[in-house]
C-alpha cells in the first residue's frame, strides 16, 4: 500500500469500528490523509474526549459525563415507571416519541449465549437493586422511589425476547408490575408486505376495538 | 440519545470516515466506549500521528514517511518504466502480482468531471516533469532518468478510462512510450458468467494464439 508504518498503523487502529475490514479500513485511512486531514485530527481528538469524559449514569447506566444523566436527574419525569432498553440508540427512539415520561434503565448488552453473554453481562444486579430505589447519588434532595411499573423495551429479536424473558423471571415475586411493548403491524403498512410472523402476532395480541 | 456532548462530538467526528453515516457513526461510537476504550484510544493516536507524519513521495507521490519511498529508492527497480496508477491500493496490488519491477507515480485521485476534477486535480503536470527525469531529492548519487515505457493501469472504470485518456492526449508528441494494461476475460472464470462487455473487448483485443 505504501511504506509508511504511520498509515498502516492508522489502518489496523481503524480495524477497531465495527463492520470496518481490512479494505474499508484503508480507503478510510487513505480518504482522512488525502481529503480531510482536519477531520482527522478532529476525530482523533473527539476519541480521545471521550473516552476520558463518558462514563455510566449511576442510575439507569447509559453514557454521561456527569454522575447521574440529565434524563434522571428531571424532576419532571414520572419516577415510579421504569422502561428498560438495550443500549442508549433504543432509548432515543423511545424519547423521540415522546409518549414516555418515566425513566430508563439502559442494559447497554443484551443476553445471547452464543456470544457467552449471560445475566451478569446486562447488569441484572444492578437493575434489582435500581427497583427497590435509591437515594440520590448526587446527596441532593432529590429521592428515587421503588419502581412500581417496569417496562421491558428490549428488541423484538430472538436475543431481546431472552433478554426480557432472564428480567421476567428474576423480577417473579417482587410485586413490580412488568410489562413489554406491544407486539403487531407497524403502523401505516398494508398487510399483503407484513411478514407473516407479525401478522400471527397481531391476531394473537388482539384487542378490543371497542375501547 | 445520551445527553453526553462528548458522545456527541465523537459520533459527529466518525461522520468523516467515507461510507459512515448518522447511524453507522452512533453504532461506532457506542461499540467504542462499551465495548473498546483501549482501541479509541489507539485509533486516536494512530490518526494524529498519521497526519502528523505521513506526506508524499516526492517522486511517486504515494504516501510515505519520507521524502522518497522506498520503491522509489530501491536500486534494483527498473528506473525507465512507471506505471501510473490511481491509488495507493491499486499499487498494493500491482505489487502483490511481483510481475512489475518497475517504478510507479501515484495520481491519488482520477478524472471526474462529475465531481469538478479535472487533469490538475491528477497531478498531470507533475507527471510530465517526472518523466523527463529527476535528479534525487535526497541529493545522494542515486539518478533517476527519463521514463521510456508508460504504463497506464487506472482503473476499467469511465472515470479510469477517462484519466487514462487525458494522459495519453497529454504526451502525445513526447517520444514516450504508452501502454494500457490488457483488457480481457478474468484468469479462471467461465465464459457464462462473465459480462458481455467484458467479452466483446477480449473478442476485439483477441491476441494469437502461436505466440
Given amino acids: ?16 469500528l465495527p463492520g470496518v475490514g481490512v479494505k474499508s479500513a484503508a480507503r478510510m485511512a487513505y480518504h482522512l490523509l488525502q481529503h480531510d486531514r482536519a477531520g482527522a ?30 434524563t434522571c436527574a428531571d424532576p419532571n419525569r414520572e419516577r415510579t415507571q421504569l422502561c428498560v432498553v438495550e443500549n442508549p440508540a433504543d432509548q432515543a427512539a423511545l424519547e423521540r416519541t415522546g409518549a414516555y415520561q418515566g425513566l430508563f434503565f439502559v442494559l447497554m448488552g443484551r443476553i445471547s449465549p452464543l456470544d457467552g453473554l449471560g ?50 423471571q428474576a423480577l417473579r415475586g417482587t410485586g413490580v408490575q412488568v410489562t413489554r411493548l406491544s407486539r403487531g403491524v407497524p403502523v401505516g403498512s398494508e398487510l399483503e408486505y407484513v411478514d407473516l410472523g407479525t401478522i400471527a402476532h397481531a391476531l394473537v395480541d388482539r384487542r378490543s376495538a371497542q375501547d
Avoid: W
Fill in 1 to 16: 500500500m505504501s511504506d509508511s508504518s504511520a498509515f498502516h498503523a492508522l489502518t489496523s487502529a481503524l480495524r477497531h
Fill in 41 to 70: 485530527l478532529q476525530l482523533s481528538t473527539a476519541l480521545a474526549h471521550a473516552v476520558e469524559s463518558v462514563r455510566h449514569c449511576a442510575l439507569c447506566h447509559t453514557f454521561t459525563e456527569h454522575i447521574v444523566c440529565d
Fill in 119 to 168: 445475566p451478569a453481562d446486562i447488569g441484572l444486579p444492578r437493575l434489582l437493586q435500581r427497583l427497590q430505589g435509591m437515594t440520590d447519588p448526587l446527596h441532593t434532595d432529590q429521592h428515587y422511589p421503588a419502581v412500581k411499573e417496569l417496562i421491558l423495551a428490549t428488541n423484538f429479536t430472538a436475543e431481546g425476547e431472552a433478554t426480557a424473558h432472564v428480567i421476567v
